[in-house]
Nanobody, 126 residues
Framework: QVQLVESGGGSVQAGGSLRLSCAASGFTTSSYCMGWFRQAPGKEREGVAR???????TYADSVKGRFTISKDNAKNNLYLQMNSLKPEDTAMYFCAAVPYGGTWCGARRDTDFPYWGQGTQVTVSS
């Protein structure tokens, strides 16, 4: 049974940092494309970052240079290091996974991901 459990959210001031974690079980992360998505109240869900391996990660333009996605396949965990946080980063953050299947991870839309966590809230105050 596939399960994804996020943690690490919280409230920080603008300019601060948070590190989100996603513990995966029921599958091997090394063969899965994984991603972080976020959804703010009243807004559509958006992709933040996706990764298959450390050399094949992609980012939304809004977070490039500030966020870093990584995967620890030995621990079956996914991470998102978020630095220089801005109030507009406030959202519920979700991790998601999809079997690699040969498709470039960066091209995967959120609807391509069948497995999702319950989310962790990130709130950035100005």
């Amino acid at each position: 049974q596939v399960q994804l459990v996020e943690s690490g959210g919280g409230s920080v001031q603008a300019g601060g940092s948070l590190r989100l974690s996603c513990a995966a079980s029921g599958f091997t992360t090394s063969s899965y494309c994984m991603g972080w998505f976020r959804q703010a109240p009243g807004k559509e869900r958006e992709g933040v970052a996706r990764i298959l391996s450390d050399t094949t990660s992609t980012y939304a333009d809004s977070v490039k240079g500030r966020f870093t996605i990584s995967k620890d396949n030995a621990k079956n965990n996914l991470y998102l290091q978020m630095n220089s946080l801005k109030p507009e980063d406030t959202a519920m953050y979700f991790c998601a996974a999809v079997p690699y299947g040969g498709t470039w991870c960066g091209a995967r839309r959120d609807t391509d991901f069948p497995y999702w966590g319950q989310g962790t809230q990130v709130t950035v105050s100005s």
